[in-house]
């Protein structure tokens, strides 16, 4: 009997016979069967069905659809439309500059030759882009559009220029040949760990992702930027940096007031480098000992509810946040932007407080928005009133060292030693109507090694101006400076200066 068990159980045969079919379909029911579509040489929409379908766009434009199922979608020649929807799909782009989406489920996409656009969608995906210029995301931009469930996705640029978005997840993230650009920060709403592994292959890469990947250049010059919190306890591994061909920029959202700061040090046995925040060991770069701080570009970046911050030996960018922010430089090169941060993927705003920079010693560049404007509206019971918006004059103090400054619409500037840069950008009635900004104002500046430039092109996208000249103080301590006979700087220490004296640029970032 055993033995019978047994032999009954390999060949699958039922050990009770019964007497319902409830399995098998009745003479008269129709089975659903894959759905199998080819598409014409046309413009044609193709749709697949409930099971595992296989569809072909062959020649022309096509739009395809699978619904559920794990399907099979081939665009085939043409610019196409490709939506896997659920399921664990196959898609093929074919040789046109196709728009794929993989919808949910764990899809493998190859998004074939032409420059594609491909969101994997949610879940764990495969991209492959091509030889094309091509654009990988592997999950979906934001939750609300294709899903709120970030795989493990594989994404390879392959040949050309391409751009690969991981965002959530574990992701593996492969640029190939070509300048790529490589971003995989979380989701916002996305709370799991961010440890993936990034290679941009050769060319010169552009990779950009939050702390705890593992990221490797390859061939090319490289600009890598690492998003750290304050919190966070993930450490980066940089496996090939070389600082000379390669960038490397640390960001840091600073949460709350802190005295840690930025150090770069060799590793215990000596083989390659660690960059630290106070105690802490936030990147490990092997291969690379003997990395200096000057190697690393270090931006610290003040959340709403930090006031004050002093920066180390390190060269660093310290962006405000739009409160009455003191920043403290230190010995590095260092740039101060008194303004209202907008956080690291913006220009600085406007709508600054009523700050302080000291530059400190270093090549420090310091930036301050100021200003007061007035302007006029309807209130709600149909009155015209006037409004009064101000923007506190900021106060940067630049230190020992060659510095230079970015004054928008009134600030008071003092150069310290070195031969100092002023860079000056004015809005005035004559170009705005119903505003009013007070001039900058320079306390120390000497002819002998300091220089001024103004920018002529608009800050807020009104007229440029056409002339500058300069009016000597009847005490003869100084001088105004005047853009289109409106003064827009106050010079102590000026009386000798002339307006071919001033540079005059049409933005001034284009100071060097």
Do not use: C
């Amino acid at each position: 009997m055993e033995l019978l068990l047994l032999a009954t159980l390999l060949i699958g045969v039922p050990l009770f016979a019964s007497d319902t079919s409830e399995d098998e379909p009745a003479d008269n029911e129709t089975v659903e069967e894959p759905l199998d579509l080819t598409g014409s040489d046309q413009r044609d929409t193709l749709e697949g069905g409930a099971l595992n379908d296989t569809i072909s766009g062959a020649g022309d434009s096509d739009s395809l659809l699978g619904h559920e199922g794990d399907d099979l979608l081939d665009g085939g020649e043409g610019q196409d439309r490709i939506f896997g929807a659920d399921g664990n799909d196959t898609v093929y782009g074919g040789t046109g500059a196709d728009i794929i989406d993989g919808g949910a489920g764990n899809d493998w996409i190859d998004a074939g030759t032409m420059a594609d656009s491909v969101n994997g969608g949610d879940h764990s995906d495969t991209l492959i882009g091509g030889s094309g210029h091509d654009t990988l995301a592997g999950d979906a931009p934001q939750q609300g559009i294709g899903g709120d469930q970030p795989g493990n996705d594989l994404l390879y640029g392959d040949a050309g220029n391409d751009w690969l978005g991981g965002n959530g997840g574990t992701d593996t993230l492969i640029g190939g040949d070509g300048d790529d650009k490589i971003i995989d920060f979380d989701l916002a709403y996305y709370d799991g760990p961010n440890e993936s592994l990034v290679d941009g292959g050769a060319g010169n890469d552009t990779i950009q992702v939050d702390a705890g990947s593992t990221i490797t250049g390859g061939d090319g010059e490289d600009e890598i930027m690492v998003y750290q919190t304050q919190d966070s306890s993930s450490v980066t591994e940089i496996t090939d940096f070389d600082p000379a061909e390669d960038r490397l920029q640390i960001v840091l959202e600073l949460e709350t007031e802190t005295t840690d700061q930025f150090s770069v040090s060799d590793t215990e046995d000596g083989t390659g480098a660690e960059i630290l925040l106070g105690d802490n060991v936030i990147a490990t770069l092997p291969g690379a000992a003997g990395l200096q701080e000057s190697d690393v570009e270090f931006v610290v970046v003040l959340a709403p509810s930090v006031d004050d911050y002093q920066d180390g030996a390190a060269n660093t960018t310290i962006t405000g946040n739009g409160s009455d922010n003191i920043l403290q430089g230190g010995d590095g090169d260092d740039a101060l932007l008194l303004a209202n941060g907008q956080g690291i993927y913006y220009q600085v705003g406007s709508n600054g407080g009523e700050d302080m920079a000291f530059g400190g010693a270093g090549n420090d560049t310091l930036e301050g928005q100021g200003g007061l404007y007035d302007s006029s509206a309807w209130d709600d019971e149909g009155n015209w009133v006037e409004a009064h918006l101000t923007n506190q004059a900021d106060t940067l103090i630049g230190g020992a060292g060659d510095d230079v400054f970015l004054s928008y619409n009134g600030n008071e500037l003092t150069g310290g030693e070195g031969a100092d840069v002023f860079g000056i950008a004015h809005e005035t009635p004559e170009h705005t109507e119903n505003l009013a900004f007070a001039p900058t104002v320079i306390t120390d500046f000497d002819p002998a090694e300091d220089s001024i430039a103004v920018q002529m092109g608009p800050i807020y996208g009104w007229s440029s101006y056409e002339t500058v000249s300069v009016e000597v103080w009847e005490d003869g301590t100084g001088a105004d400076i005047l853009l289109d006979g409106a003064v827009v700087a106050q010079v102590h220490g000026g009386q000798s200066l002339t307006a071919d004296q001033i540079q005059q640029v049409q933005a001034l970032t284009d100071l060097p």
